[in-house]
């Protein structure tokens, strides 16, 4: 078996593990979790492909959950249209949003942008906090709005039990990697490492940096909107403090840039590795020690930035390769007896 | 009419003591070209400081700066040689490296939290405080007393931040290694004991802040968020780097908080403030006294 196929094989038992894992865990409590897991695993994934590929730093993706949700969620209530669409017009929306603070900013240094993004994200929450009524639409203010359980189906996107939002979160997941691998290995991707890593020799060479990470930017908004939608339709009850909040923001930029920026595995490690680990102290710690888990998560954040910049992915990467080089000797050192 | 301009001078009290929360972070930019995400951390453990100083030894508010402005510098000093300066040493061809933003983040929540888990979140305020809602009256206008001492503060810190830049031997050295850090170590000024000294005075400058804020705002352990986000704006608003745009742009945001309430609901001041940064971004993004150039 040669190593391409070795590594075919084990991302297949990989997904197939993850596909099956319904089958075994029954228990909604966990199945919420693991489907939780997921729904950060995908925007971790989506924010790595501005934040990890063009080498900048935007901390402000909430803004996009929100104008996914709220979207989505205001077209189903008031107009009865299936989220389906909703999440797709969700997206194209953010997409718009995300260009217009692409565009002045990508031009300027890199503190601008991470600024703007906070900036704006900041500036949504507070007007979503303060508007009962946007124009025709109900925002419903602080209060947030609340989808009832009822007509449930896969054209409205609404389940009574976990496993179907399992299998979607699941498949949204896959796309953005499979979408990521593409794009990593398309003519952008070059672009844009070029241009994250010597944007004066990219440019010298012709290529036009800012119009790269604005696409980038394009596809990051879009898919993080849809993540919103399907946020909504799990939930069933969204309001601006939880979705547009600056917390939600830096926890996704963080847990991605601790998997590995601009891998494509990376910040899908990062949030299988890290979610837990705040569940957790949060759960079992929350009570008596308040605020340890955030402790935590900095001392990891510093730990890693200072022993391995480039993220976890790297040293779990050689790992990986070393092991299967190991299976791989193995098999021949086997093989050997047998032939003589 | 009265009442516009008394909420005219108090958003400039109030305002200039933003512009004095937004100096350290102006001027630790400037130098190593980084968003010190923890510089609001750094005010509330300013803040801390100056409560305890004040509630163990009694002695007036303004006084516990004897205590804040060392501590704070030494523990910028220590954090930048200690945690950052490796950093930047692995990135050194990187100009404007990510990793130190996140970094700071990390040191953000790391204080947040660790006071959180020491103090608790509950509200503090000064015991027996002698400034506490003294109100000066000129000419029918009431005017808050701390606030007033806050402005002159604010002023007489960007002053004589502004001399030590420009006159002495080590200021000299900031400047130049802030508009170009390879020629300045070439001309023998060492880079890192340079950035060391920039964020022990950072540091410094957020305790500074913190000690103003003091004796008329509530103490507690999330306190630095607010002015984290305020502090961006202004210095943007005022140009990232400039001091006296800190100050200016404090001085805006603080009429826009202050005036606004007057003309629509409060919490609407707060997205034209925001608002407001967009459109410099768009327009001006350099700020009001940015330099074209660079930042």
């Known amino acids: 078996m040669t190593r391409q196929a070795l590594r075919k094989v084990s991302l297949a038992a990989a997904a197939a593990i993850i596909l099956g894992i319904p089958v075994f865990v029954t228990s909604p409590t966990y199945l919420h979790i693991l489907v939780l897991l997921f729904f950060y695993a995908y925007l971790t994934t989506s924010w790595n492909l501005v934040g990890g590929f063009a080498g900048v730093l935007p901390l402000g993706h909430s803004t996009f959950i929100g104008i996914g949700a709220y979207t989505s969620t205001i077209l189903y209530l008031q107009y009865g249209i299936s989220p389906w669409i909703g999440m797709i017009v969700g997206g194209f929306l953010a997409t718009i949003v995300g260009v217009l603070i692409g565009l002045p900013t990508f031009k300027l240094r890199g503190a601008y942008f991470a600024l703007a993004t906070i900036a704006f994200a900041e500036a949504v929450r507070v007007i979503v906090e303060n508007t009962d009524y946007l124009g025709p639409f109900k925002l419903n203010g602080p209060r947030g709005l609340q989808i009832p359980p009822l007509n449930v189906g896969f054209g409205n996107l609404l389940f009574n039990t976990k496993q179907p939002y399992y299998y979607i979160v699941v498949l949204m997941l896959f796309g953005v990697i499979a979408l990521t691998y593409l794009v990593s290995r398309s003519k952008l991707g070059y672009y844009l490492n070029a241009g994250g890593e010597e944007p004066e020799a990219a440019m010298a060479l012709g290529v036009n940096v800012a119009r790269c990470k604005l696409m980038a930017m394009a596809m990051s908004s879009f898919l993080t909107a849809l993540a919103g939608t399907f946020y909504a339709q799990f939930t069933l009850f969204i309001h601006p403090k939880s979705i547009i909040s600056l917390d939600l923001s830096f926890e996704i930029a963080f847990i991605a840039l601790i998997g590995g920026r601009g891998s494509i595995v990376g910040p899908l490690l990062g949030a299988l590795l890290l979610r837990p680990v705040s569940d957790f102290s949060r759960i079992y710690l929350g009570a008596v020690l308040p605020g340890l888990h955030l402790i935590i998560f900095g001392i990891i954040l510093i730990l890693v930035m200072m022993f391995q910049p480039r993220g976890l992915h790297q040293p779990l990467a050689r790992l990986y390769n070393w092991l299967i080089d190991r299976l791989i000797v193995e098999r021949t050192v086997k093989l050997s007896p047998t032939k003589e | ?295």
């Not at chain 2, 508010?61 to 523990?75: E, G, N, Q, R, T």
């Not at chain 2, 996140?102 to 000064?126: A, E, K, M, S």
Request: net charge positive; charged share 10%; hydrophobic share 55%.
């Open chain 2, 1 to 295: 009419m009265l009442y516009v301009l008394e909420d005219l001078i108090n958003g400039i009290l109030m305002g200039s003591i933003y512009g004095l929360t937004a100096l350290g972070l102006t001027v630790i930019f400037g130098v190593l070209k980084v968003i010190n995400f923890a510089h609001g951390s750094m005010l509330m453990v300013g803040m801390y400081l100056a409560y305890w100083s004040v509630k163990l030894t009694g002695v007036h508010p303004y006084l516990a700066m004897i205590v804040v402005v060392p501590v704070m510098f030494l523990f910028g000093f220590y954090l930048q040689d200690i945690v950052i300066k490796p950093i930047f040493k692995a990135e050194r061809s990187v100009r404007e490296p990510i990793t130190v933003i996140i970094v700071t983040t990390g040191v953000w929540y790391i204080l947040d939290n660790l006071t959180l888990l020491v103090f608790g979140p509950q509200y503090r305020n000064l015991p027996n405080n002698p400034l506490a809602g003294k109100m000066l009256e000129i000419g029918g206008l009431m005017l808050s007393v701390p606030k007033l001492w806050g402005f002159f503060l604010a002023i007489a810190v960007a002053c004589a931040l502004y001399w030590f830049l420009q006159k002495t031997r080590l200021g000299r050295a900031i400047r130049a290694t802030s508009l170009d850090r390879d020629a300045a170590s070439l001309m023998g000024i060492k880079q890192f004991r340079i950035y060391n000294i920039t964020v022990g005075i950072g540091a410094a400058l957020a305790g500074l802040a913190g000690v103003a804020l003091v004796p008329f705002f509530n103490i507690f352990p999330t306190v630095g968020v607010l002015f984290d986000i305020k502090g961006f704006i202004i210095v943007v608003l005022g140009g990232l780097g400039s001091i006296w745009g800190a100050l200016l742009g404090g001085i805006i945001v603080g009429v826009i908080e202050s005036v606004g309430p007057q003309f629509m609901a409060a919490t609407w001041t707060e997205a034209i403030v925001y608002g407001l940064f967009l459109v410099f971004l768009f327009v001006k993004p350099s700020g009001l006294f940015g330099v074209k150039y660079d930042w």
